[in-house]
T-cell receptor, first 112, second 112 residues
Framework: DVKVTQSSRYLVKRTGEKVFLECVQD?????MFWYRQDPGLGLRLIYF???????EKGDIPEGYSVSREKKERFSLILESASTNQTSMYLC???????????FGDGTRLSIL | LAKTTQPISMDSYEGQEVNITCSHN???????ITWYQQFPSQGPRFIIQ???TKVTNEVASLFIPADRKSSTLSLPRVSLSDTAVYYC?????????????FGIGTKLQVIP
């Protein structure tokens, strides 16, 4: 069974903190994705990576950065957390094609 | 990029067949159609993917007409555990990744 592991299920941070969300896969896939999910807005793509050290902006990259130093790990970084970044964050990897197929269980992040 | 439109919500009684339709009028030649299921507090789960005609697996069937401008996810004999949000996603499976956007999905409520 494919495993996409997100480091935390719940996280509480303070405004202005630098926040790291980690995602690890066990499938050796090239494409990895970070989404955020908010009520009424569905899943919105923040960043994706198609290989080590390669990244592309998604629809809402502002306030975020990413790091992919190893193929199995894709990190989302909130440089200076703000309350409007309180959300559910979902990591995903591609399936047989290019699209996200396997998702982690998400990290519910609260910024106070 | 193909945009998708789905009903926001649907209700169904247990044991009935449920059909959820997704419209994607500007689907491209190399786009595939992928459906996901999401339960509360979990990441989306891949259900089925297709390009044309009909695809069936142990969970669902996917019907795609010849013009591919829409697709229908069919869930046979739903149970209470099928209550979830269902997303339709349209995007290429080869030729390099392109950003695709999830809609807000269809919230299916199965009634006893």
């Amino acid at each position: 069974d494919v495993k996409v592991t997100q480091s935390s299920r719940y996280l509480v941070k303070r405004t202005g903190e630098k926040v790291f969300l980690e995602c690890v896969q066990d499938m050796d896939h090239e494409n990895m994705f970070w989404y955020r999910q908010d009520p009424g807005l569905g899943l919105r793509l923040i960043y994706f990576s198609y290989d080590v050290k390669m990244k592309e902006k998604g629809d809402i990259p502002e306030g975020y950065s990413v790091s992919r130093e190893k193929k199995e790990r894709f990190s989302l970084i909130l440089e200076s957390a703000s309350t409007n970044q309180t959300s559910m964050y979902l990591c995903a990897i591609q399936g047989q094609g290019l699209q996200p197929q396997h998702f982690g269980d998400g990290t519910r992040l609260s910024i106070l | 990029l193909a945009k998708t439109t789905q009903p926001i919500s649907m209700d169904s009684y247990e044991g009935q067949e449920v059909n959820i339709t997704c419209s994607h009028n500007n689907i491209a030649t190399n786009d595939y159609i992928t459906w996901y299921q999401q339960f509360p507090s979990q990441g989306p789960r891949f259900i089925i993917q297709g390009y044309k005609t009909k695809v069936t697996n142990e969970v669902a069937s996917l019907f795609i007409p010849a013009d591919r401008k829409s697709s229908t996810l069919s869930l046979p004999r739903v149970s209470l555990s099928d209550t979830a949000v269902y997303y339709c996603l349209v995007g290429p499976n080869y030729g390099g990744y392109q950003k695709v956007t999830f809609g807000i999905g269809t919230k299916l409520q199965v009634i006893p």
